[in-house]
């Protein structure tokens, strides 16, 4: 692909999923330079919501939640666009869980905190691109 190709591809619609506000913003923010267009999502009730109305290439999913746990928003997105990646973030000790994740359907998982590097990696590679 040229730069020209580049610069004209349509950015990569995201839709993060997790209930660290902080953490979102931040993430959001430094995606947002890189082309890709983030939607927030603060809880998995509100992932689904927004699923019903929009659009997505990929949604990153954290597997800790206080509403609703990972793994079910996981098996919802599934059952409504099973060919919708999800790549699922989870905290040191959690990758037992997110390995569950694999066999509901993810795309692939990163330990938190990860590099951006790595997860824009992991977002161009569940979107093909």
């Given at each position: 692909m040229?730069?020209?190709?580049?610069?004209?591809a349509?950015?990569?619609?995201?839709?993060?999923?997790?209930?660290?506000?902080g953490?979102v913003?931040?993430?959001?923010?430094?995606?947002?330079?890189?082309?890709?267009?983030?939607?927030?999502?603060?809880s998995?009730?509100?992932?689904i919501?927004?699923?019903?109305?929009q659009?997505?290439d990929v949604v990153?999913?954290?597997?800790?939640?206080?509403?609703?746990?990972?793994?079910?928003?996981?098996?919802?997105?599934?059952?409504?666009?099973?060919?919708?990646?999800?790549v699922?973030?989870?905290?040191?000790?959690?990758?037992?869980?997110?390995?569950?994740?694999?066999?509901h359907?993810?795309?692939?998982?990163?330990?938190?905190?990860c590099?951006?590097d790595?997860l824009l990696?992991?977002?161009?590679?569940?979107c093909?691109?």
């Amino acid at each position: 692909m040229t730069n020209g190709e580049q610069t004209q591809a349509a950015p990569i619609r995201l839709l993060l999923v997790d209930d660290e506000e902080g953490y979102v913003n931040v993430l959001s923010k430094r995606m947002t330079k890189r082309r890709i267009e983030v939607t927030p999502a603060l809880s998995g009730g509100e992932a689904i919501r927004i699923l019903r109305k929009q659009d997505f290439d990929v949604v990153i999913l954290d597997l800790k939640m206080e509403d609703m746990d990972g793994i079910e928003v996981l098996k919802i997105i599934k059952k409504m666009i099973p060919e919708l990646p999800v790549v699922m973030l989870t905290g040191h000790g959690s990758e037992k869980a997110a390995r569950e994740g694999l066999t509901h359907g993810a795309y692939d998982y990163l330990t938190k905190p990860c590099e951006l590097d790595d997860l824009l990696k992991k977002i161009r590679e569940a979107c093909g691109r």
